[in-house]
């Protein structure tokens, strides 16, 4: 039987695609309709399967490592950046290849080459693993960039000198978590220098404003994104220490847990970076079958950030 209860939808805003994001979508796009299919992708262009599968079937095929692409044909990075070895292993190869590194983690990454020019040892706050932080700590040689991903790791550190040092941060953290992070590195290292800019962008400090901005009206918290998207995770996390009981992330309408939202009167919906409009509307038109809902905005930002896709697409069109 269908439940026809009241229920308000808080809908975050600014949710959904950032400016790199809908760019490094662009790029494949337009990279299909340049050069023709297929196009290799190295990596997932963002960590979204949808977004994947819809280029996939406009001809992108999808690689982890540069080695699996035919030289003959082109290829193009991820959002997430790579490390400079990759582009060194294309131009080797002759490739043509298109870098959709967001920049704003190309700015990381300037900023990580300029503290090493100017001989300081960098530590990175960032996840293990995480193609973002393999990319960006991959701008130096290898020993150059020390890795912390929690306060507890700053403890262990053993740099080089400690006199000499600088930090930088993966684009997509929790904010909160971060500033203990970098609260504590101050605390042992007095001289360590940091970004003249947060290197968290302003699309994660947003999306997950708006999160904490609706949390204490909601009972339970819904962000549409992938299990892979670190954006995505941190904004279920913001939501769990506002204060939400049930924060839950869902790819899209189908993972829904609608027994866990039973009771649930105000529900906060958000999407990741990552995450396309049409699935935060897919979920909102699964509530609407199932309750009497009304949907109110929460919006703490407006965003109007562009970036501009690479000169080699400019100059095609014009
Ligand atoms: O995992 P993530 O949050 O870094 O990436 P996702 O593709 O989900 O979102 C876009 C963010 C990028 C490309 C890193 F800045
Ligand atoms: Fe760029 Fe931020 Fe979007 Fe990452 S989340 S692609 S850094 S704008």
């Not at 809908?11 to 299919?37: N, Q, S, T």
């Not at 027994?259 to 919906?269: D, N, T, V």
Request: proline share 6%.
């Amino acid at each position: 039987m269908p439940d026809t209860a009241d229920l308000t939808l808080y809908l975050a805003a600014p949710r959904g695609f950032c400016a790199g994001v809908d760019r490094a979508i662009r790029i494949v796009e337009m990279a299909l309709e340049k050069w023709g299919a297929p196009v290799f992708v190295r990596h997932e262009i963002v960590h979204n399967k949808f977004v994947v599968d819809a280029l996939r079937a406009k001809g992108a095929v999808f690689v982890e490592e540069l080695d699996e692409c035919p030289p003959d044909r082109p290829v193009i990075f991820s959002a997430h950046g790579v490390p400079k070895s990759v582009p060194e292993a294309a131009r080797a190869r002759e490739m043509i290849y298109v870098d959709a590194t967001c920049p704003l983690v190309s700015k990381v990454h300037i900023e990580a080459e300029r503290h090493f020019e100017a001989g300081l040892q960098l530590v990175m706050i960032g996840h293990a693993g995480h193609p973002e932080t393999v990319g960006t700590m991959g701008q130096l040689p290898p020993g150059e960039v020390l890795l912390v991903e929690t306060e507890a790791d700053v403890a262990t550190l053993a740099p080089r000198d400690e006199s000499r040092l600088a930090f930088i941060t993966q684009t997509t953290l929790s904010v909160d978590d971060t500033a203990g992070i970098v609260a504590a590195l101050q605390a042992r290292f007095p001289a360590i220098i940091g970004p003249h800019k947060e290197d968290i962008c302003y699309a994660t400090t947003n999306r997950q404003a708006a999160v904490k901005a609706m949390a204490p009206e909601i009972d339970a918290l819904l962000v549409i994104g992938a299990p892979n998207s670190s954006n995505s995770r941190r904004l279920v996390e913001v939501g769990q220490k506002a204060g939400c009981a049930y924060a839950q992330l869902v790819q899209r309408a189908t993972d829904i847990d609608w027994r866990a939202l039973q009771g649930a009167r105000a529900i906060g919906i958000t999407a990741g970076a990552s995450a396309p409009e049409v699935l935060v509307n897919e979920v909102l038109d699964a509530f609407a079958c199932r309750y009497n809902v009304t949907v109110k905005q929460v919006q703490t930002a407006t965003e109007n950030v562009e970036f501009k896709v690479p000169r080699v697409f400019r100059e095609a069109s014009a």
